[in-house]
C-alpha cells in the first residue's frame, strides 16, 4: 500500500547548521508530495508542496525536490535557526482517493 | 481567505463521559473533511472523513463517532470516553479534485482522567 518513511528524530543541530530531513515513499498512483511543521501545540502548518516529478517547493528557506526515481522528497535548509525547531512530517496525495498519508514526523531542534 | 476553527482549545473529561469536538471551516464549500488523532510524539491517526453531508467514512473502530449535518461543520463525539481517547485531536479540510494540500486546526488537547 501506499506510505511515508521519515528519518528517525529527534534531530539536534547547532543554529546556522544545515538540515537535511529524509522522506521517502510508496505509492501506487501519482502522488502529489507535501511537507508540514507542527510547532508545539498547534496544528500542522503547510510548508512546501510539489505536485509532480523533478518540482521544487520551498518557502521560507527550506527546499524539497520530487524525486520520483528514488521516490524521494527530503527536505533541507541551508541555516537552520533557533526558531526551525519543531516537528515536521513528509505526506503524500494518492490520486483517486480522498486520503492523505503521513510519515511519523522528524522532531528538530536547533541549539542556539 | 479560508480559514478553520477547532474548539475547545483543550479539554479534560472523566472516564465514561460523553465527547463532542466541533470543528468549522469558512471561506470555501463542499470540502472534504477529516479529523486525526496525534498521541503524544507519535504521528497523525486518520479518524474519520468525509466528502458531504451526511457522508461519514470511519477508517479504525473504536467508540468515537463523527457527523457532518452542515457542509462547512464536522463534529467528533463519544458517547462514553476511554482512558486510551486521550490525544491531541485535529481537523483538516482540503478541496475536492486532490492535487492540494490538507489545512489543519490548531486542535483540541483532551485528557482523559
Known amino acids: 500500500g501506499d506510505s511515508v518513511t521519515q528519518m528517525e528524530g529527534p534531530v539536534t543541530l547547532s543554529e546556522e547548521a544545515f538540515l537535511t530531513i529524509n522522506c521517502t515513499y510508496t505509492a501506487t498512483g501519482y502522488p502529489s508530495l507535501f511537507w508540514y511543521v507542527q510547532y508545539p501545540g498547534e496544528g500542522l502548518q503547510l510548508l512546501l508542496k510539489a505536485t509532480k516529478a523533478d518540482d521544487k517547493g520551498s518557502n521560507k528557506g527550506f527546499e524539497a525536490t520530487y524525486r520520483k526515481e528514488t521516490t524521494s522528497f527530503h527536505l533541507e535548509k541551508g541555516s537552520v535557526q533557533v526558531s526551525d525547531s519543531a516537528v515536521y512530517f513528509c505526506a503524500l496525495w494518492v490520486s483517486g482517493t480522498y486520503k492523505y498519508i503521513f510519515g511519523t514526523g522528524t522532531r528538530l531542534k536547533v541549539l542556539a | 481567505s479560508q480559514t478553520i476553527h477547532q474548539w475547545p482549545a483543550t479539554l479534560v473529561q472523566p472516564v465514561g463521559s460523553p465527547l463532542s469536538l466541533e470543528c468549522t471551516v469558512e471561506g470555501t464549500s463542499n470540502p472534504n473533511l477529516y479529523w486525526y488523532r496525534q498521541a503524544a510524539g507519535r504521528g497523525l491517526q486518520l479518524l474519520f472523513y468525509?466528502?458531504?453531508?451526511?457522508?461519514i467514512s470511519s477508517e479504525v473502530p473504536q467508540n468515537l463517532s463523527a457527523s457532518r449535518p452542515q457542509d462547512r461543520q464536522f463534529i467528533l463525539s463519544s458517547k462514553k470516553l476511554l482512558l486510551s481517547d486521550s490525544g491531541f485531536y485535529l481537523c483538516a479540510w482540503s478541496v475536492k479534485g486532490g492535487n492540494q494540500p490538507q489545512h489543519f486546526g490548531d486542535g483540541t488537547r483532551l485528557s482523559i482522567l
Open positions: 468525509s466528502v458531504g453531508i451526511g457522508q
